[in-house]
């Protein structure tokens, strides 16, 4: 059961509680909040924007509670470098510290609306359709994973230039994403 609280405050006792509307996703990264803009394929933090409306629940192991709160609309550099500051941005931010340490402790659960979950979906499948020109659906944790490590690379191609290494990095970098997109296809 889904209790309401004076100042918009929404919590269960039960993840399931949640259910039917959302369907909840345990977090484990901060990528899991954000989705490729328009009808993108390429994997750079420009194309990222945070996914609308999305809900999570924060779970509580002292009153043994889940609250239900509604992601804010970060800039995906503010979470991926929150040591980085900005003419916007001081990187100093507790929301933004609460939050990662909140996917960091496995206590963040995100909950995802039907059109949400559709429109995964149809992220993964266009993924899938422009690296290997054919049918099918990139899954979900793999694209994850290959989405840090774009945006790794991209931060060391643009921040790490000249430093001895640099070469070698990179490499290591794309021979690790490669090895990834590898992954995915099916073995026949």
Known sequence: MIHDEPDDVHWADDIK????????VK???????????????????????????LYYCVYDPIVKRFYKRLARPYPIENLLYPDRPTLTFAGDDQAITNLTRYIDD???????????????????????QANFHTEGKLDYKLYIQILSLSLKLEDFQNNQKGITGYRTVINQLETAITELWQKAIPKI
């Open 17 to 24: 509680d949640f259910q039917p509307e959302y369907t909840p």
């Open 27 to 53: 977090a484990w990264s901060i990528l899991q909040l954000y989705t490729l803009k328009g009808r993108t394929s390429t994997l750079t933090k420009d194309n990222l924007i945070p996914i609308k409306y």
């Open 106 to 128: 496995r206590n963040l659960t995100i909950l995802y609306s039907t059109p949400q979950i559709n429109d995964v979906s149809d992220l993964l499948k266009r993924l899938w």
